[in-house]
């Protein structure tokens, strides 16, 4: 039978990114909790959410004609991490990079100056950051920085044998597991926003957890008669750890009467709509 499906389909470009020579002949790494190299079950798990200390291993063969690297750069979804340490060598002895940046999602270590010859290496990245999802995996790719060459990701594997995870997968524990939004957590229990430029706003700080697609998330501001003043977000969110500022406005940009407030965020999803509440003091 004539398949109409594919009538008309054309394709106007083909490319695939490749390394010839790669930039190093074998390169695997493993992710563990620092102080827990040796887990039940031999799979990381932590709290949702939370900053956790992970040691990221990784060994890579280069051999006389590979293009070799001078830079890691793991990736860390939905969280901005924070750079610890980092070692090098046989004897793993702590290194001071070159550089490291941090950004969102990632955080990139460069090492020029002790740059990997031909041989078997070894490194360790020490840093913290949060496991929103069940079951994200931590990737990697070793690249040069002197150079265009495309950047080449690491594969799972043994590659420190005192850590026995073998993997690049983190769990999240099952009392977290089952949560989708944190507390709301606020700045200051008592603002004033009387234009000093001293504690005028307030920080408005929250995560949300376990979604692998977007939702619909609103922050309000009620006053104690159940009114809504303020809107302050109303947009589709992934997980992730989020802060919003309100000003003391109301959504006519008047500033509100002095007295307690209700800061709620409500998080909708397929099956419910959750609820996360605090109260703020508005003072002068």
Same mark, same amino acid.
């Given at each position: 039978a004539h398949n109409a499906i594919l009538d008309g389909l054309r394709l106007n470009s083909f490319s695939v990114e490749h390394t010839i020579p790669p930039v190093a002949q074998l390169l695997v790494a493993e992710i563990s909790q620092l102080d827990d190299p040796r887990p039940v079950g031999d799979v990381p798990i932590v709290p949702a959410g939370d900053f956790t200390t992970f040691a990221y291993d990784v060994i890579a063969e280069i051999k006389d004609a590979d293009t070799g690297f001078d830079a890691l750069r793991i990736l860390t %979804?939905?969280? $901005? %991490?924070?750079? #610890?340490?980092?070692?090098? +060598?046989? !004897? *793993?002895?702590? $290194?001071? %990079?070159? !550089? &490291? #940046? &941090?950004? %969102? +999602?990632?955080?990139?270590?460069?090492? =020029? @100056?002790? /740059? =990997? +010859?031909?041989?078997?290496? #070894?490194?360790r990245a020490v840093f913290d950051t949060q496991i929103f999802v069940q079951g994200s995996f931590v990737e990697a790719e070793v690249f040069d920085s002197q150079t265009d060459e495309v950047p080449q990701r690491v594969q799972p594997g043994d590659a420190n044998p005192e850590v026995l995870t073998n993997a690049l997968r983190v769990l999240t524990t099952a009392a977290s597991a089952g949560t989708l939004v944190s507390k709301l957590e606020v700045g200051s229990p008592v603002f004033t926003p009387n234009g000093d430029g001293i504690n005028d706003q307030v920080e408005l700080k929250y995560s949300i957890l376990q979604l692998v697609k977007p939702v619909a998330v609103e922050v309000e501001l009620y006053d104690? *008669?159940?009114? #809504?003043?303020? $809107?302050?977000?109303? *947009?589709?969110?992934? @997980?992730? $750890?989020?802060?919003?500022?309100?000003? +003391? /406005? !109301?959504d006519q940009r008047q500033v509100v009467p002095p007295g307690l407030y209700l800061a709620v965020i409500q998080v909708h999803t397929e099956r419910e709509t959750l609820l996360r509440t605090s109260s703020i003091g508005v003072a002068y």
């Open positions: %979804p939905q969280s $901005t %991490p924070v750079f #610890r340490q980092f070692f090098m +060598g046989d !004897d *793993a002895s702590e $290194t001071t %990079p070159d !550089d &490291v #940046r &941090v950004e %969102p +999602g990632s955080v990139t270590i460069f090492f =020029p @100056s002790q /740059r =990997p +010859g031909s041989g078997i290496h #070894r490194m104690l *008669a159940g009114r #809504r003043v303020r $809107t302050v977000l109303d *947009a589709e969110s992934v @997980s992730g $750890t989020y802060a919003v500022a309100w000003d +003391g /406005r !109301d």
